[in-house]
């Protein structure tokens, strides 16, 4: 949605605020990035990452999410961003979440970001209501100051000081992250990547003097072979050798939603 893609960036080149022309976002300055015929701008220059989400990967998502097993997750995350007009979703994928908290704020607009190119072609299509651009977490967000009443993190990259600067005061940061036993018999059956122990209380320690509360999502998911086989390919695990073969299984979803509140 250009009007969320024009009123919402900067440029990142020069911090100067970014206006649509003929098809383009561009800055005083000419440094000018065109629309997708998709939906999407990229705001990177830069060749893109060897750990972004591939085309293979996000359709593993897509279905995987669309059966259904992380509504719990998905309803979660919006009931901690509350009552918004303006959402950000870094490190978006699908827009999944973006697209869920937009439901539940019916006059709301939003934007999702993510290193992945194919990740923001599908973003775009998450919302009627959503933009979606090509943006690194890590390197800095080409957003203005102050944009966004709600910024979701869910299993992405986090910029403490990228996130106090695009929230508004007042604003929500909602972060969600695994549980010490996420998945934990897929991880042991499979040998797939472990979980740090303390990432709740990492999350809340990076962000001093701000609000926090925490709600724990918790469920047993009882997953077909071909359920598994996504799960697996639609993360990090994908990048690491995933199993040839998987068998039907029961699983521990266990998430926290940890909700902050930008002084």
Known sequence: MTTVLSQWLRCPVCAADLHETEGSLVCPSRHAFDVA????????????PNNADTAPMLDARARFLAAGHYEALADA??????????????????????????????????LATDVSPAAAKRAARAHPRAGSIVADTWAGLPLRDGVADVVLCVFAPRNP?????????????????PGADHLAELRERYDLLGVDR???EAVAASFPGWGHRRTEVRAQLELSADEVADLIAMGPNAFHGPPTTTAPTRTTLAVTVVSLTRP
Do not use: H, M
């Open 37 to 48: 015929r998709q939906g999407y701008v990229n705001l990177t220059r830069r060749p893109v």
């Open 198 to 200: 303390d990432k709740a």
């Open 161 to 177: 000081a990228e996130f106090e600067r695009v929230l508004s005061p007042g604003g929500t940061l909602v972060v969600a992250v």
């Open 77 to 110: 995350v919006a009931a901690a961003a509350g009552p918004a007009e303006r959402i950000v979703e870094v490190g978006a994928g699908t827009g999944y979440y973006l697209a869920r908290a937009l439901e539940a704020n019916p006059g709301a607009r939003g």
